[in-house]
Every structure is written in C-alpha cells, then in structure tokens.
C-alpha cells in the first residue's frame, strides 16, 4: 500500500473515530445518535478492512475488523430506521440480521464458497434497501424540514453508492483492493467521510432527548417566537394556529382515518410547507401523525373512562376516534398510556368490562 493511500485511510479513520467520540456522550439520550456512532465505527473497521494486505494480518485482528466491516449494511439498516423514525425500536430482526452477516464474514476467513458470496451479497444488498426504504416511506409525514430534505439525499447517494461498487466489481472483478482502484477508492472514502462528519445531528433535526409520548392537548395556547420575526409572519401564524385549533377541536378532523398533511393543507387553503413548519416550530411535533394520533388517543382515552359509553366496544371507539384498526390502535395506546385500553376502562370504571367482539391480543398476530 501506498504512502498516499495509507494517509488517506488512516485520515478516514481519525475523522470517524473523531467523530463517534463527539457523538458518544448523546448515545443515551438518543437512539439515532447512538446507532450512528456505530455504523461509524463499522465505517472505520471497512476502511481498514478494504485496504491491501489485509489479509497478511494475523487472524486475531483479522476477526474483529472484518466482522465488523461486513456488519455495516445490518448496521446501515438499523441507523436508517433510527434516524427516520422518532419511534423507532430495535426488534429481533434487527439483531437477526446483524448476527447473520457477521456469521458470514467470519465463514469468509476460513474459506468463502460461491454461495456464501451469493448469501452474503443478496443479505447485504437487502438492508441497504431496507434503510432506504425507510428514508423514503415517512417523508409524507415528516414534520423536521431538514431531515425531511435529507431523505431524498440519503435515498439517492446511497443507491449511487450501491450502484458504483456493484458496477465496478461486475467490470473489474476483485480490483477494489489493488492499486490504482484501492487509491480511488481510498479517495471517495476519504470524501465521503469527511462529508458526513460535517452533519452534525442538527443536520437531521436531531436533539439528545428522547421523543416524548403524546399528550392528551397537542395544541397548547400559542407563545411567542424564540427569535425575532417579521410581524406579518408573527400574524399569520397565529391565525393559522387559532384556525387549526378550530378545525382539530371543534371539527373534528383528525376523525378521518386518511388524514394526511396534503389534505390538511387544503382544508386550512395554506401551503405544505407552513403548516409543516408551525405544527413542528411552534407546537413541537416531528411527526404528522404523532400528532394527529394525539388528539384521536385523548379522545379514544375519554371515551373509555366515560361511565356512559362502558359498553361501547373498544373497536368502535378506535375507529370513531380515527384509527383504521383495532392493532395499530392498541400499539398506540400501551405506549400512550401505559395500559392496555381494556385495562384502562377497568382502571376508570372499577371493572366494567369492555364489549369488545375483538380481543386486543389480535393486534399481536
């Protein structure tokens, strides 16, 4: 290797060990933060992973690094979801995956047939697309106009990315760790690096807290701005706020189980983009549909404390309220409440039993 190349790489890995280090000491407060500090790391472990004569080290160093390296795109997926998902968990799956793609690249140190390749690279390819599957799919309702621009930028490097590497090895099978590819690739590795370190988490309308449940009131009464604005900007967003009260209190919008922020747009007669901005500026949500699922579990909430409606159906206050069904329903009101909605009911009524024709336990089959 190259004193040119083994400058680049070993600038590639300062930048991105640097860089996890400043994002360490948000890894707690944030699950985007901290799976982004990972694939950093994983990053790294590929820049030193691709780099000739690797595969001259002894194996004990070998295992780690290569283990790690191949892990990237489980970790990529993983990252991806955090980042794009203000709710986002880590499932069984996701470890499912990771584990799978490091048992492979451990397979490869002591032998790599065709069809480990095969699995290894359909496996890889499948969680990169995951993760821009998941850059893509809430953009519609993503409230943060940063990250929602993001999205797209995301989405297209990295198919750019997956199309370079793929088309290169299909030409020159095997040239991306010999000179001069391994220089070139050295090169954008350094570029992309360096471009990535500069977005720090406010690049994504990130903050080192955790995303708070829904509350019962998801439009508080209107303040004032935290920075100097024009006064016809202070104007018209108070009476955009004022007529949104309106149409979500006394209208009743959120009942519409399509409610979406195009359509919400259209009934206010103002533009996407303001309505976005005042709902995340000024009220505080990141999510369209956090936050109209506010209103619809306050109400959902109501109703099933309510001595009146004690034999109304639990399925018919969740579509009432403006879910689509009973699953996504009862996800939604565990997390915002803590219980389940019948255990809520009997909390509230001193054990009447809900009517429900439809157990809730079906939200987990």
Request: net charge positive; hydrophobic share 50%.
């Amino acid at each position: 290797m190259s004193i040119l190349e083994t400058a680049l790489r070993g600038g590639a890995v300062a930048i991105l060990l640097l860089s996890l280090v400043l994002r360490a000491r948000y890894a707690r407060a944030s699950p985007a933060i901290a799976y982004s500090a990972l694939l950093l790391l994983c990053t790294a472990a590929f820049v030193v992973d691709s780099a000739p004569g690797f595969y001259k080290l002894p194996l004990y160093w070998k295992i780690p690094v290569h283990v790690l390296s191949s892990s990237t795109p489980a970790v990529f997926w993983i990252s991806a979801a955090a980042l794009f998902d203000d709710a986002f968990k880590a499932r069984w799956y996701h470890g499912l995956a990771w584990l799978w793609l490091a048992a492979l690249a451990w397979r490869e140190l002591y032998g790599w047939p065709a069809n480990i390749v095969i699995a290894y690279e359909v496996s890889a390819l499948l969680c990169v697309l995951f993760g821009i599957w998941h850059a893509l799919a809430g953009r519609a309702s993503d409230l943060v106009e940063r990250r929602r621009q993001f999205r797209l930028e995301f989405a297209f490097c990295t198919a750019a990315y997956i199309v370079l590497i793929v088309g290169s090895q299909w030409i020159w099978p095997g040239t991306l760790d010999k000179a001069p590819f391994s220089v070139i690739n050295a090169l954008g590795l350094i570029a992309v690096t360096f471009a990535f370190s500069m977005l720090g988490p406010s690049r994504f309308g990130l903050e080192a807290t955790a995303p708070a449940a829904p509350q019962p009131k998801p439009i508080p009464a209107a303040t004032g701005p935290s920075h100097p604005v024009p006064a016809a900007t202070v104007e018209q967003d108070t009476a955009l706020l004022a007529a949104l009260r309106k149409l979500m209190d006394e209208g009743k919008a959120y009942r519409d189980d399509g409610l979406s922020i195009a359509s919400l747009s259209q009934k206010l007669n103002v533009q996407e983009y303001r309505l976005r901005r005042l709902i995340n500026g000024q009220l505080g949500h990141r999510n369209f549909s956090a936050f109209v699922n506010g209103y619809r579990l306050a109400e959902a909430a109501s109703a099933l404390a309510d001595p009146g409606q004690a034999e109304v159906p639990v399925l018919t206050i969740a579509l009432d309220a403006g879910f689509g069904s009973i699953g996504p329903f009862n996800r939604a009101f565990k997390v915002y409440a803590g219980l389940t909605p019948s255990e809520y009911r009997r909390a509230h009524l001193g054990g009447v039993d809900a009517a429900s024709p439809i157990p809730e336990s079906a939200s987990h089959s």
